[in-house]
């Protein structure tokens, strides 16, 4: 089945996941060039995740300059996380799971807007811009990102049903604000000294470029170790399959649009 591209002009080239490709299924190749613009103004079945669960928490990290592009992301517009009815419904389940343990989810990113993944790509091409490796990818080189897997095509994001998150320990302790231009601390650093967010320990920081983010690397500490266990364990019992080299990054299994990439905004006025 051809790829159908919603809200985008033809011919733009797209970012896996978070930056990578999925293994699991093999990613989909990039929308061809005779990709359909739709004319529908809102995203069809998708929802505000804390209109279905108001107890997950968000942090998305790409609505602000806390990111590795040091900036807020081009389409969002608001720091909400929309996602597909059918897996929105699929994290609220996982919810009650995770807080029978004593946690509950935070969510980093969810749908992604096609202009916020072309975005990515042309960052990528600014070899000189790297206002925030220190924290995001301090050994590796920019210009090997693509080389080296870290940044590809497409997007599973902008399909809707995939959603980078973590564990936050009970009850929630206050999380640090960023402030632009602070010194920064690279996100391979003991969870003490990296950016102070309030999740458990999971090895890295979020969107950690980095060997010290594959789901089931060994270079990380015991309760690191555990916690992405639990993670994946409550994420697959859910119905999402994870991502090998991103201990964050979750997509629906049974997910509604499969070959579909969608590019309006986030935004509450874009799930009607």
């Known amino acids: 089945m051809s790829k159908v591209l919603v809200g985008l002009t033809a011919g733009v080239i797209t970012v896996t996941g978070c930056g990578r490709p ?14 359909t613009r739709s004319a529908a103004s809102t995203l069809p079945g998708f ?40 897996a929105a419904e699929a994290l609220r389940r996982v919810q009650e799971t995770a807080l029978a343990t004593g946690h509950t ?3 980093y990113d969810c749908y992604r807007p096609q202009s916020a993944a072309d975005e990515f790509v042309a960052w990528a091409r600014h070899t000189d811009e790297e206002q925030m490796k220190a924290e995001f990818y301090p050994r590796v080189a920019k210009s090997d990102l693509f080389d080296q897997g870290y940044l590809g095509a497409p997007t599973a994001h902008s399909r809707g049903s995939t959603v980078d998150l973590t564990l936050v320990g009970l ?12 010194p920064l601390v690279a996100c391979t650093a003991a969870q003490p000294q990296r950016f102070g967010d309030n999740s458990v ?22 309760t690191a170790r555990e916690n992405r266990r639990l993670l994946h364990r409550l994420m697959t019992d859910g119905g999402f399959v994870g991502y090998d080299r991103e201990w964050w990054h979750f997509r629906y299994r049974d997910e509604p649009w499969p070959d579909t990439y969608f590019d309006l905004p986030v935004a509450r006025s874009s799930v009607g």
């Open 47 to 86: 929802v505000v995740l804390s209109d279905v669960d108001p107890r997950i928490l968000t942090d998305i990290r790409y609505y602000g300059p806390h990111n590795f592009v040091g900036r807020p992301v081009t389409g969002y517009t608001e720091p909400l996380c929309l996602l597909t009815a059918q």
């Open 201 to 222: 320990d999971m090895g890295t920081g979020f969107d950690c470029f980095d060997p010290l983010a594959h789901t089931d690397t060994t270079r990380v500490g015991p």
């Open 171 to 182: 009850p929630a302790r206050q999380q640090a604000g960023y402030v632009p231009g602070q």
């Open 22 to 35: 999925e293994p699991t299924p093999p990613p989909s190749a990039p929308p061809p060039p005779s990709a």
């Open 105 to 107: 989810l935070k969510v």
